[in-house]
């Protein structure tokens, strides 16, 4: 294998992520469980709702929840999110929609390039994150869609 990952075959294994901003931090969604990327739109809140659940969006006849992901990683969140983007995202047969600042690419990543998430300590994991992924100079967050979306996310007890 060459420096790229690349078999003698010319044949190399690539995943494709969509790679996301929330503030100057970039996290990456297998392409897989994309299902579109949509502008601004202003969910219906719920009532008793915990923060990170912003409420719920019409997609096309469907109500789809909306989970805001700079609440759910404790980030600052702008006044005017005119500029967010929601992406959604389908996974074990479950939408969500997730706001974040931006949406910026698409990479191809070997999984050979993937690390496990770091390990900080006892008593603290860093569930909602699957690996961190070397792609050139820069190092991109891989989330973990599983644990994202899971029923203790879409919990609307506060």
Do not use: C, K
């Not at 990952?5 to 969604?29: K, M, N, P, V, W």
């Not at 998430?117 to 989330?143: C, K, Y």
Request: hydrophobic share 45%; aromatic share 4%.
């Amino acid at each position: 294998m060459d420096e790229l990952g690349i078999s003698g075959s010319g044949q190399a294994h690539l995943d494709q992520y969509l790679t996301i901003r929330l503030g100057q931090q970039e996290f990456g969604i297998a392409i897989l469980d994309v299902q579109e990327i949509r502008g601004w739109t202003a969910a219906t809140a719920v009532p008793n709702a915990p923060v990170h659940f912003r409420g719920v969006i019409n997609l096309r006849g469907t109500v789809v929840p909306v989970l805001d992901l700079r609440h759910m990683f404790h980030m600052p969140v702008p006044d005017d999110d005119r500029l967010s983007v929601t992406v959604v995202v389908r996974v074990g047969g479950r939408v969500v929609g997730l706001v974040v600042d931006g949406v910026s690419d698409v990479l191809d990543i070997l999984p050979d390039a993937i690390s496990p998430p770091p390990t900080i300590g006892q008593g603290f994991e860093v569930t909602s994150l699957s690996g961190i992924a070397r792609s050139a100079d820069r190092l991109v967050s891989i989330l973990s869609m599983a644990q994202i979306v899971g029923e203790e996310n879409l919990s609307v007890a506060a």
